[in-house]
């Protein structure tokens, strides 16, 4: 029976080879497709979930209010993080990201422009847990002139000399020492680095702004379990207006 359907269905082939040959065309191309966006949401669906503590770590936003409309931003005032942490209890830990700018990196006769460097506050490696080869997560960046490199990156100074312990002259008047090198920074994370640096080294180096109203920093938090994102995010607005009045700025969680 199974055979008498087979003759039939390759007979209907042969005889209707242009119909056959789009509908099978077809068929492929769908089932490609499919395959394709189902790799991609995985993909996406897939970031920054890596981190062992990623069910608590949010991003703090800004929906900015205004008489011509309202804007959705990332970014937050300098001072936000640290004000954060210390006035709401449900937030374990508070970190601020953000470029840090280029900078030159000299080490015996070997100097580069690095442009790929992130500023940091130290509880940043205990927050994300990225793969750290050498170095302490609870205090590699507690100094101000301390360094974490990606694997690559130690390699591309120091060959296979051991890194840690390393002192790299920067922009040819500060020496930062090598505290922790971080295996490749997973594909599927949405922050990216070869270098990390203190936070407060821009201050060191006059890139700072301690008021409320200016916006440019990456602030990300991580919450107790079981806290109520809503009230989170009401005390970081109201936190907010005790140091701007005039701010009609709401901060949300994401």
């Known amino acids: 029976m199974w055979r008498n359907y087979l003759k039939v269905a390759v007979r209907n082939l042969v005889r209707h080879r ?7 065309s077809g068929l492929a191309v769908g089932m490609a497709c499919a395959v394709l966006i189902l790799l991609w949401v995985q993909d996406e669906l897939s970031f920054d979930r890596f981190h062992k503590n990623a069910e608590a770590l949010y991003r703090v936003e800004e929906n900015q209010h205004y008489s011509a409309g309202a804007y959705h931003v990332n970014v937050t005032p300098f001072p936000a993080g640290p004000a954060f ?10 970190c601020r990201y953000t470029w840090a700018g280029g900078l030159l990196f ?5 100097a580069f422009f690095e442009n790929d460097i992130r500023a940091v506050d130290p ?11 050498q170095g302490d997560r609870e205090t590699a960046l507690d100094d101000p002139h301390s360094l974490i490199l990606t694997r690559e990156m130690a390699e591309k100074y120091f060959g296979d000399e051991e890194p840690i312990g390393k002192v790299i002259s920067v922009d040819n008047q500060y020496e930062f020492t090598v505290t922790g ?4 920074v997973p594909e599927n994370s949405s922050l990216r680095f070869s270098v990390l640096i203190p936070f407060i080294f821009q201050k060191e180096r006059g890139w700072w702004h301690d008021h409320w109203g200016t916006n440019s920093i990456g602030t ?16 970081m607005t ?6 701007l ?10």
């Open 18 to 24: 242009g119909y056959s040959a789009i509908n099978i």
């Open 85 to 94: 942490e210390e006035e709401i209890p449900e937030i374990v830990a508070a």
């Open 106 to 110: 000299r080490y015996g006769e070997k």
């Open 123 to 133: 509880a940043f490696l205990c927050m994300f847990t990225f793969p750290l080869a």
């Open 181 to 184: 090198i971080v295996e490749k």
């Open 220 to 235: 990300y938090v991580q919450l107790r379990p079981g806290t109520s994102i809503q009230a989170v995010e009401e005390k």
């Open 238 to 243: 109201a936190i907010q207006k005790s140091h």
């Open 245 to 254: 009045e005039e701010s009609t700025t709401d901060f949300v969680l994401a």
